[in-house]
């Protein structure tokens, strides 16, 4: 994901011209920025004063972005003009939509919001609506000028998570580069964090939360809570209690026990909500009434999940991305948490839907059970593909995915994607990908549905447009996706070798004939006549 990394309003002086935002990329890769905005708000009118569209830029081969006052070193790869960047109490914000458009003096929004940071720079002023809007429930970061006789920055170091205040600290400054964190403060997981939610569905057995962490970490002094997403409120807690296992996994079942406050836990508390969102979160308090609005401070871990994924934001968005579950059916289906690389280090963790692992460790998707995918959907025309290129390519996401969970029941969800990409040519949409498995029973139900899918032709809805695959890119069974076209590889191979044969016979009596012609004469033969035999001849 991308994120706010370092903010720097504020210099020595009065030059106010190495002022500075960073943004940061955590797959460490370089990274299209299409669809991303920066806007730039006042704390005193809660409006913005400058707006930035990133599309046509990308970060570097680190995954760093920089955007800063034109003499600032090293080069910003979007210039401003010294003092921009206001000094507070002020905030950065970072959007992705690719429907909306942010102007300058428009109302704060979190609409399309992705990180923030609400800050300042000279005294502790208040700016209540950019607060409540970009970090709810959160304090103002300080951008303490006594840190240090040189210049500082705002620098994220004690986590990954987007919208939180307390992943920041003040730092020397580090342009284009990893922050000064002190190593206490260095970004890194948690000592506990959730592993696994398995979800109570129809008249399946009560779900359980796992955790994971070092073998023997305690868990005094931590409490599971269960979030409602409706009004973002604490529906029951309860304080933990023993140690992580040898294995590093500690698994909770929900069997009807007590909460602290006397509230009785059941396979509801954990039940995926049918409209908004729900959550479970570890917080590092033990004590956290029933109906206390849910919050940042001392979150340790959250994971949120729905039934029907939404656009709209909701009032657990801060605790993190949310992850759709199928709700309907009497299978048991739990959210397990990945670190599925894709083909470079760092790679988020994420979680994906999949079957019950209890006290197990999670089977991720591997490569080595790919199914590749070749096809193509004929459209009218190519704009609305090319002007919304990612919001088109995450709904062709989804609709996929749902066609397969449809078909094989089998627990999938958009992880399963790998590299999936498309190109519009024409009135021609060409889209290629792979669907990665976690076992080879799964493997099967992957091509057994693409068998189907790509049977010409296979019509389905996507943000409300009928489409049909077509024949036309379609790759043959067990065939290697290859450009548009490859089919006929095999003709231009037959008259590449036939051309090339008649070039090397004529090279070879070319090269004969010259050879006869330049052959010296044998002398062995010549008769040799005396001066007086010329003469008589002369």
């Given at each position: 994901?991308?994120?706010?990394?370092?903010?720097?309003?504020?210099?020595?002086?009065?030059?106010?011209?190495?002022?500075?935002?960073?943004?940061?990329?955590?797959?460490?890769?370089?990274?299209?920025?299409?669809?991303?905005?920066?806007?730039?708000?006042?704390?005193?009118?809660?409006?913005?004063?400058?707006?930035?569209?990133?599309s046509g830029h990308h970060t570097d081969e680190l995954g760093y972005f920089l955007v800063g006052s034109s003499t600032l070193s090293p080069a910003p790869m979007i210039r401003l003009p010294p003092n921009t960047i206001q000094n507070g109490v002020d905030a950065v914000a970072l959007y992705y939509s690719n429907t909306s458009l942010y102007t300058v003096t428009m109302a704060v929004t979190a609409e399309g919001l992705v990180d923030a940071v609400v800050y300042t720079s000279r005294t502790l002023e208040k700016?209540?609506?950019?607060?409540?809007?970009?970090?709810?429930?959160?304090?103002?970061?300080?951008?303490?000028?006594?840190?240090?006789?040189?210049?500082?920055?705002?620098?994220?170091?004690?986590?990954?998570?987007?919208?939180?205040?307390?992943?920041?600290?003040?730092?020397?400054?580090?342009?284009?580069?990893?922050?000064?964190?002190?190593?206490?403060?260095?970004?890194?997981?948690?000592?506990?964090?959730?592993?696994?939610?398995?979800?109570?569905?129809?008249?399946?057995?009560?779900?359980?939360?796992?955790?994971?962490?070092?073998?023997?970490?305690?868990?005094?002094?931590?409490?599971?809570?269960?979030?409602?997403?409706?009004?973002?409120?604490?529906?029951?807690?309860?304080?933990?209690?023993?140690?992580?296992?040898?294995?590093?996994?500690?698994?909770?079942?929900?069997?009807?026990?007590?909460?602290?406050?006397?509230?009785?836990?059941?396979?509801?508390?954990?039940?995926?909500?049918?409209?908004?969102?729900?959550?479970?979160?570890?917080?590092?308090?033990?004590?956290?009434?029933?109906?206390?609005?849910?919050?940042?401070?001392?979150?340790?871990?959250?994971?949120?999940?729905?039934?029907?994924?939404?656009?709209?934001?909701?009032?657990?968005?801060?605790?993190?991305?949310?992850?759709?579950?199928?709700?309907?059916?009497?299978?048991?289906?739990?959210?397990?948490?990945?670190?599925?690389?894709?083909?470079?280090?760092?790679?988020?963790?994420?979680?994906?839907?999949?079957?019950?692992?209890?006290?197990?460790?999670?089977?991720?998707?591997?490569?080595?059970?790919?199914?590749?995918?070749?096809?193509?959907?004929?459209?009218?025309?190519?704009?609305?593909?090319?002007?919304?290129?990612?919001?088109?390519?995450?709904?062709?996401?989804?609709?996929?995915?749902?066609?397969?969970?449809?078909?094989?029941?089998?627990?999938?969800?958009?992880?399963?994607?790998?590299?999936?990409?498309?190109?519009?040519?024409?009135?021609?949409?060409?889209?290629?990908?792979?669907?990665?498995?976690?076992?080879?029973?799964?493997?099967?139900?992957?091509?057994?549905?693409?068998?189907?899918?790509?049977?010409?032709?296979?019509?389905?809805?996507?943000?409300?447009?009928?489409?049909?695959?077509?024949?036309?890119?379609?790759?043959?069974?067990?065939?290697?996706?290859?450009?548009?076209?490859?089919?006929?590889?095999?003709?231009?191979?037959?008259?590449?070798?036939?051309?090339?044969?008649?070039?090397?016979?004529?090279?070879?009596?070319?090269?004969?004939?010259?050879?006869?012609?330049?052959?010296?004469?044998?002398?062995?033969?010549?008769?040799?006549?005396?001066?007086?035999?010329?003469?008589?001849?002369?």
């Open positions: 994901k991308l994120l706010i990394n370092e903010v720097n309003p504020d210099n020595p002086g009065g030059g106010e011209d190495a002022e500075y935002i960073e943004l940061f990329y955590t797959g460490r890769t370089r990274f299209d920025l299409r669809g991303y905005w920066l806007v730039l708000y006042n704390g005193k009118n809660s409006r913005a004063y400058r707006v930035l569209d990133l700016a209540d609506q950019l607060v409540k809007v970009l970090v709810p429930e959160q304090s103002i970061l300080y951008e303490n000028d006594s840190h240090s006789t040189e210049d500082e920055s705002l620098s994220r170091c004690h986590s990954l998570s987007a919208k939180l205040q307390s992943s920041f600290q003040v730092t020397p400054v580090t342009p284009l580069g990893e922050n000064l964190c002190s190593t206490a403060s260095a970004p890194g997981p948690p000592a506990v964090r959730i592993s696994e939610l398995c979800l109570a569905r129809g008249a399946t057995p009560c779900g359980f939360v796992e955790l994971e962490g070092k073998p023997g970490t305690s868990l005094g002094g931590l409490s599971l809570v269960f979030l409602s997403g409706t009004e973002g409120k604490v529906h029951a807690s309860l304080p933990l209690r023993g140690t992580v296992g040898a294995t590093g996994l500690f698994v909770f079942a929900l069997d009807g026990g007590h909460g602290h406050d006397g509230t009785n836990l059941t396979c509801k508390d954990i039940s995926a909500a049918s409209e908004g969102s729900s959550a479970i979160a570890v917080y590092s308090t033990s004590l956290i009434p029933g109906g206390t609005k849910a919050t940042s401070e001392n979150l340790v871990d959250a994971l949120v999940y729905t039934c029907e994924p939404s656009t709209a934001a909701g009032c657990l968005d801060f605790l993190g991305p949310s992850y759709a579950v199928p709700c309907e059916g009497d299978r048991p289906v739990s959210l397990s948490r990945y670190r599925c690389t894709s083909g470079h280090a760092g790679a988020e963790l994420q979680f994906a839907v999949s079957d019950p692992t209890p006290g197990l460790q999670n089977s991720c998707p591997r490569d080595a059970f790919a199914v590749d995918l070749h096809f193509c959907l004929p459209t009218p025309n190519c704009s609305t593909w090319t002007l919304h290129y990612r919001r088109m390519l995450e709904s062709l996401g989804r609709v996929l995915v749902s066609s397969l969970e449809e078909k094989c029941s089998c627990g999938v969800s958009e992880l399963y994607l790998r590299e999936l990409n498309l190109t519009c040519v024409g009135s021609l949409v060409k889209v290629w990908g792979q669907l990665w498995a976690r076992q080879p029973e799964q493997q099967q139900s992957f091509e057994t549905w693409r068998q189907g899918f790509l049977a010409s032709p296979y019509p389905f809805s996507m943000d409300g447009r009928v489409l049909k695959t077509s024949p036309e890119c379609v790759a043959p069974k067990n065939a290697p996706s290859m450009p548009h076209g490859g089919a006929s590889f095999q003709g231009w191979e037959i008259a590449l070798f036939v051309v090339g044969s008649l070039l090397l016979i004529f090279s070879l009596v070319s090269l004969a004939f010259y050879f006869i012609k330049r052959r010296s004469p044998n002398y062995t033969n010549i008769e040799m006549n005396d001066c007086g035999e010329i003469a008589a001849d002369f």
